[in-house]
C-alpha cells in the first residue's frame, strides 16, 4: 500500500481482556517496528523486525506483550491481560531496510484500557 | 547503550523569530541521528536525517540541524517560525532501530 495502516484506530477494552493490533506495513519494506508513546511521553521502543531475523523484543515491557509478522508483512502486537498502564498510542513504523532509510509511521492505534 | 535527551521539553517563540531545539545523544559509536515533527492529530513526519559527512544537514520546511561530535549534539534549527509550525518534536538515533527523545512541544506566538 501507499502508508503504513494501522487497525483499530482506536480500541477501548476492559482491564484483563487480551488485544490485537494491526500492522500492514509498505510493500517492500523488510523492517517493522512497533512503539508505544503514553500521553505527554516520547516514543518508547517495543519490538523491531527485519526480514527473516529473529527479532529484537529487548523493548517489550512485561510478558504479557507479544508480536509477531508473518510472511515477512502484516505484524500483529498482542498485549494480554490489559491493564490500565497499557493505555497508550501504539505506533506501527515499517523502513525499506533499516533506519538508517527513515520510518514511515503509521497513525496508530488509541489503546484504552477501562 | 542508544539514548537520546531532549533537554526542553516546552518551548514558546513568537512568529518570525529563530528557533533552535536541543538534543543530545549518547551511542557507541557515529550514530544515525534523525528529527521528526508530529502535529497535532497528525502521524510523525521525518524532517531530516545525518549519516555522514557534511554535518549541517538541511531537511524539509526550512528546517536543518548540525551534528557536532565534540558535544554529542543534534540541534534542529530555523531562521524564522511559522504559526504552522507548532508541534511535537522528537530526535532520534539509531542505526537499525531508532530510539526516541521525550520530545519537545513548540508553542508559537502570533
Known amino acids: 500500500g501507499a502508508g503504513v495502516s494501522q487497525s483499530p484506530s482506536n480500541k477501548v477494552t476492559e482491564k484483563g481482556k487480551d488485544v490485537e493490533l494491526r500492522c500492514d506495513p509498505i510493500?517492500?519494506?523488510?523492517?517493522l517496528y512497533w512503539y508505544r508513546q503514553s500521553l505527554g511521553q516520547g516514543l518508547e521502543f517495543l519490538i523491531y523486525f527485519q526480514g527473516n531475523s529473529a527479532p529484537d523484543k529487548s523493548g517489550l515491557p512485561s510478558d504479557r506483550f507479544s508480536a509477531e509478522r508473518t510472511g515477512g508483512s502484516v505484524s500483529t502486537l498482542t498485549i494480554q491481560r490489559t491493564q490500565q498502564e497499557d493505555s497508550a498510542v501504539y505506533l506501527c513504523?515499517?523502513?525499506?531496510?533499516?533506519?538508517?532509510?527513515?520510518?514511515?509511521f503509521g497513525s496508530g492505534t488509541r489503546l484504552t484500557v477501562v | 547503550a542508544q539514548s537520546v535527551t531532549q533537554p526542553d521539553i516546552h518551548i514558546t517563540v513568537s512568529e518570525g523569530a529563530s528557533l533552535e531545539l536541543r538534543c543530545n545523544y549518547s551511542?557507541?559509536?557515529?550514530?544515525?541521528l534523525f528529527w521528526y515533527v508530529q502535529s497535532p492529530g497528525q502521524g510523525l513526519q521525518l524532517l531530516l536525517k545525518?549519516?555522514?559527512?557534511?554535518?549541517l544537514v538541511q531537511g524539509i520546511k526550512g528546517f536543518e540541524a548540525e551534528f557536532k561530535r565534540s558535544q554529542s549534539s543534534f540541534n534542529l534549527r530555523k531562521p524564522s517560525v511559522h504559526w504552522s509550525d507548532a508541534a511535537e518534536y522528537f530526535c532520534a538515533v539509531g542505526t537499525n532501530d531508532m530510539r526516541f527523545g521525550a520530545g519537545t512541544r513548540l508553542t508559537v506566538k502570533p
Open positions: 513504523a515499517s523502513s525499506l531496510a533499516g533506519a538508517a532509510y527513515g520510518y514511515t
Open positions: 510493500s517492500g519494506h523488510t523492517a
Open positions: 545525518y549519516f555522514s559527512g557534511d554535518t
Open positions: 551511542y557507541g559509536a557515529t550514530p544515525y
